[in-house]
């Protein structure tokens, strides 16, 4: 009897063996390969967008009140409503908010408009006057060649405005998505990058916040962005919109676009001024999903600011790491469905591993603001899952198992 069942324990100890050495070559080179194709930008991005803006929209941090140094000062279509036109944004208009900004004694004022044309020469001229003589602290908005539609005159008209201004400019664009396989979806999840025009190669929200002190760059450029404070009785930033009012002149009083009743408010915070318009400069974020709202660029500025004033940034899993992650995940796969897929259900395996990878990715999100490779940890967990469902059948069919 001894004799018989020795040769029957040498076989299933070789065939483990073999199983566990298939194993983790099979978990290596799915590791490996996963790894290259994302640094060659060669992987779909939608399990990783899907998964970041569920996350940021469900767990981002939320103050427990508005925050006390960002204020938004917003032209809208009811601030305009007696105006001749819209578009550019009346200069006059805009004077007097900077007026009225630098009496109320804000501590730097950042303007997300666009200056590349001209519009009335006595109401440019007031504006660039009145930003030049302010007391307060004052940063341009700029766009660069990233901007295709834009001519080298309207670029020249810019240099020459903010040359008028006296005032450093920073470029108001955000980060966009340029992958490979990928169509954009056109949600805001990074910040811009550098511009090349060394004038303005900040950011806007960056160049506000060094008005008051230096600031550390961003460890990456994925935007921390900020929920509503928890009680539900304010937005994050204190949020004014310019009421509706007559023209006037560059010489008229700040009184009607910046009230008496808002400037201790704006006293000793940064200011943001941009618009909020029904129809351009609204963008898809993290925070639009469910009801898909759209967040005027002006505030977004304002997250990105709040986020270099607090010194936050959210992680990415250096390579290494997502290397060991890769092939310790896939290897999970590979003897999780050695030994538990049954009864042809390797869908309660393949689902156990998603889920289990949702988890995980939530709490280091929510304790440690990383942010998980969710695309290639995911192939990693079915391909792991799918080398040990078929591993017997491909080592029978290489001779190398009975």
Not at 145 to 160: I, P
Not at 166 to 177: E, K, L, M, Y
């Amino acid at each position: 009897m001894t004799s018989l069942s020795e040769p029957s324990d040498a076989n299933a100890h070789g065939a483990k063996k073999t199983g566990l050495v298939a194993g983790l070559i099979w978990s290596a080179v799915v590791a490996l390969a996963l790894l290259a194709l994302s640094m060659s930008d060669r992987l779909p991005e939608g399990p990783e967008e899907w998964t970041l803006d569920w996350r940021t929209a469900l767990f981002s941090d939320a103050p427990a009140e508005q925050r006390k140094d960002i204020a938004v000062v917003l032209v809208t279509d009811d601030s305009l409503a007696e105006y001749p036109y819209r578009s550019p944004v009346d200069r006059a208009l805009l004077a007097r908010v900077i007026k009225g900004l630098d009496e109320a004694g804000a501590k730097a004022i950042g303007l997300d408009f666009i200056f590349d044309r001209p519009t009335e020469p006595a109401k440019d001229d007031a504006l660039a006057s009145a930003i030049k003589n302010a007391r307060t602290p004052i940063v341009f908005g700029a766009i660069d060649q990233r901007d295709k539609g834009v001519r080298e005159k309207n670029f020249a008209f810019q240099d020459e405005f903010f040359r008028k201004g006296g005032r450093p400019a920073a470029h108001i664009f955000f980060g966009t998505d340029n992958k490979t396989l990928t169509i954009s979806d056109n949600v805001i999840r990074r910040v811009g990058e550098a511009s090349l025009e060394p004038a303005f190669e900040k950011g806007l929200a960056e160049a506000l916040a060094s008005t008051e002190k230096p600031r550390a760059p961003l460890e990456t450029p994925l935007i921390d962005w900020l929920l509503p404070p928890a009680d539900g009785s304010s937005d994050t930033f204190l949020r004014l919109q310019i009421r509706t009012h007559a023209p006037g002149s560059p010489d008229a009083s700040s009184v009607d676009v910046i009230p008496p009743e808002w400037r201790p408010a704006l006293k000793g915070k940064f200011v943001l001024v941009g618009g909020e318009f029904g129809d351009r400069d609204r963008h898809l974020t993290p925070l639009s999903v469910g009801g898909k709202a759209r967040m005027p660029g002006v505030i977004i500025h304002a997250q990105i600011l709040a986020q270099i004033l607090d010194g936050r940034s959210l992680i990415l899993a250096p390579r290494l790491w997502e290397a060991f992650a890769l092939f310790a995940i896939a290897a999970a796969g590979f003897y999780a469905a050695r030994r538990w897929v049954w009864m042809q259900r390797e869908w309660i395996v393949y689902g156990a591993g998603l889920a289990f990878l949702i988890v995980v990715g939530v709490i280091l999100f929510t304790q440690f603001k990383l942010v998980l490779p969710s695309t290639t940890l995911l192939l990693a967990w079915f391909a792991g899952v799918t080398g040990g469902y078929y591993c017997d059948r491909a080592l029978k069919l290489a001779g190398l198992a009975r």
